[in-house]
């Protein structure tokens, strides 16, 4: 099963200038706590691992970096290509944590089953975005909306089509 989990704006906007353009500790704790469910394994784009995770690996969780460097990592397993670590993931879990680059591919391969995504009521002006996905996913699943920082948002899950 291959999940995503994002937070975006109105506008599917996920990050600008290789960070968060928010800070919603709440749903900092809703991303910990989902991604150490369902096995634990989470992929990253190597530029969303150096940028936003200040390339420290997500603790308790097995982290795969996808990059076209050959360099080590400690404390995750690179990856060079996708196609193969998802087929490895066949009957497994792993959790799709960005960045754009690699949500895109994973979407135009139709490998994504589920939708982990936190709405933010706002417009960043963000330089990233998350794929579109509507026309391809149905939402089963809704919080009532939440607010901290100044921000509204929701959770919602969705299963592909």
Same mark, same amino acid.
């Given at each position: 099963?291959?999940?995503?989990?994002?937070?975006?704006?109105?506008?599917?906007?996920?990050?600008?200038?290789?960070?968060?353009?928010?800070?919603?500790?709440?749903?900092? !704790?809703?991303?910990?706590?989902?991604?150490?469910? =369902?096995?634990?394994?989470?992929?990253?784009?190597?530029?969303? =691992?150096?940028?936003?995770?200040?390339?420290?690996?997500?603790? !308790?969780?097995?982290?795969?970096?996808?990059?076209?460097?050959?360099?080590?990592?400690?404390?995750?397993?690179?990856?060079?290509?996708?196609?193969?670590?998802?087929?490895?993931?066949?009957?497994?879990?792993?959790?799709?944590?960005?960045?754009?680059?690699?949500?895109?591919?994973?979407?135009?391969?139709?490998?994504?089953?589920?939708?982990?995504?936190?709405?933010?009521?706002?417009?960043?002006?963000?330089?990233?975005? =998350?794929?579109?996905?509507?026309?391809?996913? !149905?939402?089963?699943?809704?919080?009532?909306?939440?607010?901290?920082?100044?921000?509204?948002?929701?959770?919602?899950?969705?299963?592909?089509?």
């Amino acid at each position: 099963m291959i999940r995503f989990i994002a937070a975006i704006d109105r506008k599917r906007g996920i990050a600008k200038h290789g960070g968060l353009p928010w800070y919603i500790p709440e749903d900092e !704790k809703y991303f910990t706590a989902q991604t150490k469910t =369902f096995g634990a394994h989470v992929l990253t784009g190597g530029k969303t =691992f150096r940028d936003t995770y200040r390339s420290r690996p997500l603790a !308790k969780r097995t982290n795969y970096i996808l990059t076209r460097h050959d360099d080590h990592i400690p404390g995750a397993i690179v990856v060079h290509d996708l196609a193969t670590l998802l087929d490895e993931f066949k009957d497994k879990d792993l959790w799709v944590a960005g960045g754009a680059e690699v949500f895109e591919q994973i979407m135009d391969m139709d490998r994504a089953d589920e939708l982990y995504i936190t709405h933010i009521d706002a417009d960043f002006g963000c330089d990233q975005s =998350f794929p579109e996905f509507e026309d391809k996913f !149905k939402k089963i699943e809704e919080s009532e909306v939440r607010e901290q920082n100044g921000f509204r948002f929701t959770y919602a899950k969705y299963i592909s089509l």
